[in-house]
């Protein structure tokens, strides 16, 4: 087996900025995730309380929950992609 040259390290302050990094994307994964909580229960109460009325709403509030929550998902596995590369090529 060939020996494999050790890969330099970051200096602290690239790494603490890095984990800066990634825990603010992780932060931003979770007001997606609540914003889409928030518009499942607003859709919801609407289809209990008016389902006449608010019926299209309700629905269309669900459908957005799933395209927000669909976003922040693919949001957050870019960046985290992103991330992962930089420390890498560091």
Do not use: C, I
Request: aromatic fraction near 6%; proline fraction near 6%; glycine fraction near 8%.
């Amino acid at each position: 087996m060939p020996a494999s040259t050790p890969k330099p390290a970051l200096p602290l302050s690239d790494r603490l900025a890095l984990q800066r990094t990634r825990l603010a994307n992780e932060r931003t994964l979770f007001t997606y995730v609540r914003t889409s909580l928030a518009l499942v229960g607003f859709g919801l109460a609407l289809l209990q309380l008016h389902p006449e009325r608010g019926g299209r709403l309700g629905y269309t509030a669900l459908a957005v929950a799933a395209v927000v929550l669909a976003l922040g998902g693919w949001r957050f596995r870019v960046h985290r992609r992103q991330l992962l590369a930089s420390e890498a090529a560091g």
